[in-house]
């Protein structure tokens, strides 16, 4: 069984089209969040939601909008893509258990806006 | 500054040898600092946390932490052609949070 998975793994799409993410845990973890990681391979946080409800919204462009329906799911809408946004997104899940809380990721998605 | 910095590298070493990892991070408030290994093309895979001052040893990895120089470190004894990865460091980003900053990773490469 996946714990983290993540829909779909890749997604090539052309400048101004819609697009949406999914991500799923099966852990049972509180927190889940996206990550970026550009061409240099540098993750960077986008999202945070514990519970269902936002944490943590980095400087991201209201272009990209995080839904989570129940805190098994985190998905990631973006709106009029641009090349930019080329990329690969990881869903990551986590929980609070006395001092640890280290991630588990998703496989990641890797996006190509032509 | 930077929230966690470590050098890109490329960080050479021979099989056998011992391969050391710095970090750097900037905020004084950050309790919880781990080691993730990302193989090229694949998820980040949690090898070593540490909270408190001191060493941390798992296997052949041994993770270092000073909090007052704001120092996180991880060694690697015997490095193999398979630990050839990047090793990103990972600083929660204050002192309630659970989110976590990673540095740009260093790129280690074993040689046979």
């Known amino acids: 069984d996946t714990a983290v998975s993540q829909t779909p793994k890749y997604l090539v799409t052309q400048m101004g089209n819609d697009k949406s993410i999914k991500c799923e845990q099966n852990l049972g973890h509180d927190t889940m969040y996206w990550y970026k990681q550009d061409s240099k391979k540098f993750l960077k946080i986008m999202f945070s939601y514990n519970n269902k409800e936002l944490i943590i919204n980095e400087t991201v462009p209201n272009r990209f909008s995080p839904k989570s329906p129940d805190k098994a799911h985190l998905n990631l809408h973006i709106n009029s893509l641009e090349l930019g946004d080329s990329a690969v997104y990881f869903c990551?899940?986590?929980?609070?258990?006395?001092?640890?809380?280290?991630?588990?990721f998703g496989s990641g998605t890797r996006l190509t806006v032509v | 500054q930077k929230e966690v910095e470590q050098n890109s590298g490329p960080l050479s070493v021979p099989e056998g040898a011992i391969a050391s990892l710095n970090c750097t991070y900037s905020?004084?408030?950050?309790?919880?600092f781990f080691w993730y290994r990302q193989y090229s093309g694949k998820s980040p895979e949690l090898i070593m946390s540490i909270y408190s001052n001191g060493d941390k040893e798992d296997g052949r990895f041994t993770a270092q932490l000073n909090k007052a120089s704001q120092y996180v470190s991880l060694l690697i004894r015997d490095s193999q052609p398979s630990d050839s990865a990047t090793y990103l460091c990972?600083?929660?980003?204050?002192?309630?949070?659970?989110?976590?900053?990673f540095g740009k990773g260093t790129t280690l490469s074993v040689s046979s």
């Open positions: 990551a899940s986590s929980q609070m258990t006395g001092e640890y809380y280290g991630y588990t």
């Open positions: 990972a600083v929660n980003k204050n002192q309630a949070g659970t989110a976590l900053i």
């Open positions: 905020d004084r408030g950050s309790q919880s």
